[in-house]
């Protein structure tokens, strides 16, 4: 029975020390942000929860497509590119520039 004893009291010992240590720590940090003037980081602030509703109503539209891109003509010259590649007209190094300056336009 003094064994069991001794490590309940060891560990309420080290749980003591641990948690005096981390809210030390906590309260330091605290301090050096209001001395520099800044906030204190999100990962600080308390947690607010908005309602479920909130939740429910917000809803995700797709991304408008550019306007004035002409899919269709990217494709035709892409088709065509790739005609020239398959023929040998171009090389791979030609192709793969060609192929970015037209996607990326």
Known sequence: MPG???GVARTAVVAGTATAVSNRVSRRQANRW??????????????????????EQQAYAPPPEPAGVDYDTKLAQ?????????????????FEMQKS?????
């Open 4 to 6: 069991l004893l001794r």
């Open 78 to 94: 892409l088709r065509q590119l790739g005609q020239l590649h398959d023929q040998g007209v171009l090389d791979d190094a030609e």
């Open 34 to 55: 209001a001395d520099q003037g800044q906030a204190e980081p999100a990962y600080m602030a308390p947690v607010q929860s908005a309602p479920p509703q909130a939740y």
């Open 101 to 105: 300056k037209i996607l990326n336009s």
